[in-house]
């Protein structure tokens, strides 16, 4: 592995980091809610149709137009992480991120302790940084789920559900995937 970061304006997705991206999410051709307490999703985990509405229950798309999505969102999901990450990255720490970014949103990775401990230069702390995002949340009741923020007058206003739970059959996977971003991005710290 090259020691070298690169202005992450020069860096792309590599093909290896695309390919399990995508086979991380796998390919759904109905909408379904892939996890309890998600929004549902079709073709490679997307959330919207290709107008950006939200994908509803019973949606259908071909493994081409899944592919196609997926393509023109990674495009978006990279212009996002520049605009919001201005320091040299290891290819391996743009793929991890990027992933990151398909997965969680690049509203979130910017907003995120991620983006503010790379922008300092932080590279490792931004690693663990991704060890927080392991919660699934709902804005409405889950039973089994804690109450994780509460409005003004005290009422329960989200819940959520920590996947890091061991034998957990709610989210494993959301945990999982993030432990294996992790060590990817602590291998590039070597």
């Not at 980091?17 to 985990?45: H, I, M, R, Y």
């Not at 990674?74 to 991120?97: I, K």
């Not at 302790?113 to 060890?131: D, M, V």
């Not at 989200?158 to 890091?164: I, K, V």
């Amino acid at each position: 592995m090259s020691r070298t970061r690169i202005a992450v304006a020069l860096l792309t997705l590599s093909f290896v980091a695309g390919v399990q991206l995508l086979t991380s999410e796998g390919f759904t051709e109905v909408a379904a809610v892939p996890v309890k307490g998600d929004v549902p999703t079709n073709g490679f985990g997307s959330t919207t149709r290709p107008d950006g509405t939200p994908v509803k229950l019973g949606d259908r798309t071909t493994p081409v137009e899944g592919l196609q999505r997926s393509l023109a969102y990674l495009q978006q999901a990279e212009t996002g992480l520049r605009s919001c990450v201005t320091v040299p990255l290891h290819q391996a720490e743009y793929d991890v991120y990027l992933d990151f970014a398909y997965q969680y949103g690049i509203p979130t990775l910017c907003a995120s302790s991620i983006a503010a401990h790379l922008n300092a230069k932080r590279y490792e702390q931004a690693c663990h940084a991704l060890l927080a995002y392991r919660y699934m949340t709902s804005s409405t009741p889950v039973a089994g789920w804690d109450v994780i923020k509460r409005g003004s007058s005290g009422t329960p206003t989200r819940w959520g559900f920590d996947c890091s739970t061991p034998g957990n059959k709610v989210c494993a996977g959301v945990w999982t995937r993030q432990q294996a971003r992790h060590e990817r991005c602590m291998e590039a710290q070597q």
